[in-house]
Structure formats: C-alpha cells, structure tokens
T-cell receptor, first 114, second 114 residues
Framework: NAGVTQTPKFQVLKTGQSMTLQCAQDMNHNSMYWYRQDPGMGLRLIYYSASEGTTDKGEVPNGYNVSRLNKREFSLRLESAAPSQTSVYFC?????????????FGPGTRLTVT | AQSVTQLGSHVSVSEGALVLLRCNYSSSVPPYLFWYVQYPNQGLQLLLKYTSAATLVKGINGFEAEFKKSETSFHLTKPSAHMSDAAEYFCAVITNQAGTALIFGKGTTLSVSS
C-alpha cells in the first residue's frame, strides 16, 4: 500500500517552460487536492477534486490547471512557469466516512523556476 | 469562512521541558481540527485530530491537544520534549467551501536543545 505518490521529487524549470506534476493514490479515495507550501505561508490550496470527473479552484489557482484522469490520478500542470511558482507542491487525498476524516499527503515535489 | 491562527512562528524548548504550541480557530460551524507535523524535507504526517468526540485528543509520539470551544483554541502539548520532536507543526481546519480541503495555519517551528 503506497498511499499517495508524487513524481517528480525535484524539478528545475526556466521561466516560460511547462510541466506536469503527477499524483496517484491507491486508497480508493474520492477526494484529491493540490497544495503549495511557501516559507511562512503554511500550505495553500491550489485545486481540488471532490470526485472523479470534477475539479474546482482553491485559494491560489492562477497559473495552474488540473486533470482528474481517473479515481487514482490527479495531475497539476504549469503551462508557462514563473519564478513566483517556485514552491513545494503536495498532493493529498481523503475520504469522509461517518465521523472519521483524514487527509493523506504525498512526499512533495520541490520546484524551482529560474 | 474558516481560518486558523498559530501564535508564534518559532518555539524553542529544552529537552525534557513542556511543549506548548498554540492554535486558535475561526469557524461558523462545528470545526474538525487537526495537527500535522513535518520533518525536514518530508511530507506531512497527522499527529492528531478533533472530530467532535472527546475534547481531549491524544495523538502519536506523546502529543495531545484540547479543544476549547469557549476559547476557540486547539493547543498542542507534550509533557516532555525530545530532540526528535524538532520539526514544523501545522494546525488545520476543514473548510466547508472547498469540498473537504484543509485550511492551514502558517506553521510553528519547534526547536529542542539539549
């Protein structure tokens, strides 16, 4: 049981380049999320997917797009990278069952845009 | 809308001393509250959660937190700090405006000296 996996772990891009961050979960969760973490800012929600086939914007969606490919996979795309997108990106998944809730996080992708 | 405020971006304690990390929340509905820990260059690990059951919640690694509705607080404590507790700690609340995504505080870095 791998939980939430993310690829790549590290990436360096030049301004204007594009890339896709991949995320997959094997816990059969309906909900998936992308967050970014910046020093002193905590984690902020970029996009989320409440279920397969749906996606919605979070707090900081500008410059990003997402695809919920199937129930397992949720990708984040930067079409034209900017230095302001230098950050650590975390994917997470969750399921609400009764009164139980827990969000599971992947190991993160450290992205630098020069 | 929900929010959390962590008081103190950096807390330093001696090994064996009490750890107290402060979190206050704002929520228009009964909140689900969480504490996560992040060790250097790693993802987030759930320490404990409050989901409207017992107000005193025990978590992993000897940590506990008490939900106080009258004070809108959910402070994290540990009676005796260990060197291995040095990490960044995040308080979070479920938002009801983005599926079941989390809103995070800005984090508190805990340093433990010998």
């Amino acid at each position: 049981n791998a939980g939430v996996t993310q690829t790549p772990k590290f990436q360096v891009l030049k301004t204007g380049q594009s890339m896709t961050l991949q995320c997959a979960q094997d816990m059969n969760h309906n909900s998936m999320y992308w967050y970014r973490q910046d020093p002193g800012m905590g984690l902020r929600l970029i996009y989320y997917s409440a279920s397969e086939g749906t996606t919605d914007k979070g707090e900081v969606p500008n410059g990003y797009n997402v695809s919920r490919l199937n129930k397992r996979e949720f990708s984040l795309r930067l079409e034209s990278a900017a230095p302001s997108q230098t950050s650590v990106y975390f994917c997470a998944s969750s399921e609400v069952t009764g009164d139980s809730y827990e969000q599971y996080f992947g190991p993160g992708t450290r992205l630098t845009v020069t | 809308a929900q929010s959390v405020t962590q008081l103190g971006s950096h807390v330093s304690v001696s090994e064996g001393a009490l750890v107290l990390l402060r979190c206050n929340y704002s929520s228009s509905v009964p909140p689900y509250l969480f504490w996560y820990v992040q060790y250097p260059n790693q993802g987030l690990q759930l320490l404990l959660k409050y989901t409207s059951a017992a107000t005193l919640v025990k978590g992993i690694n000897g940590f506990e937190a008490e939900f106080k509705k009258s004070e809108t607080s959910f402070h994290l404590t540990k009676p005796s700090a260990h060197m291995s507790d040095a990490a960044e700690y995040f308080c979070a609340v479920i938002t009801n405006q983005a599926g079941t995504a989390l809103i995070f505080g800005k984090g508190t870095t805990l340093s433990v000296s010998s």
